[in-house]
Nanobody
Framework: QVQLVQSGGDSVQPGGSLRLSCKFS????????MGWFRQRPGKEREGVAG??????TYRESVKGRFTISIDNGAKVLYLDMNNLKPEDTAIYYC???????????????????WGQGTQVTVSS
């Protein structure tokens, strides 16, 4: 069983920046999809950024502001968030699917392993 432990959530003002981290207990397969999802108040969980064999994908509303990256040596997945907006307020989750080359941000059910979630609040 793979465990994902998140850190980095906080409260910031609009225009601020945050880095979310997701530490993996193991990479059980080099074929993997990794992604960040969020659940805004009253909304369904939605994909924010994903990385797999086909490349990197971002939700349209975060393009140019968010960056997903992976430190394979440290087994850490990051989400750098800049120019944060109030509508980015949500609980953010990291997720992974091993043994698969391509996944879809629009289908969180494809991901097997999830972090515990971390709150990001953007407010003045």
């Amino acid at each position: 069983q793979v465990q994902l432990v998140q850190s980095g959530g906080d409260s910031v003002q609009p225009g601020g920046s945050l880095r979310l981290s997701c530490k993996f207990s193991d990479f059980i397969d080099m074929r993997a999809c990794m992604g960040w999802f969020r659940q805004r108040p009253g909304k369904e969980r939605e994909g924010v950024a994903g990385s797999d064999a086909s490349g990197i994908t971002y939700r349209e509303s975060v393009k140019g502001r968010f960056t997903i990256s992976i430190d394979n040596g440290a087994k850490v997945l990051y989400l750098d968030m800049n120019n944060l907006k109030p509508e980015d307020t949500a609980i953010y989750y990291c997720a992974a699917k091993f043994g698969r080359d391509v996944c879809h941000l629009g289908r969180p059910e494809e991901y097997d392993f999830w972090g515990q979630g971390t709150q990001v609040t953007v407010s003045s």
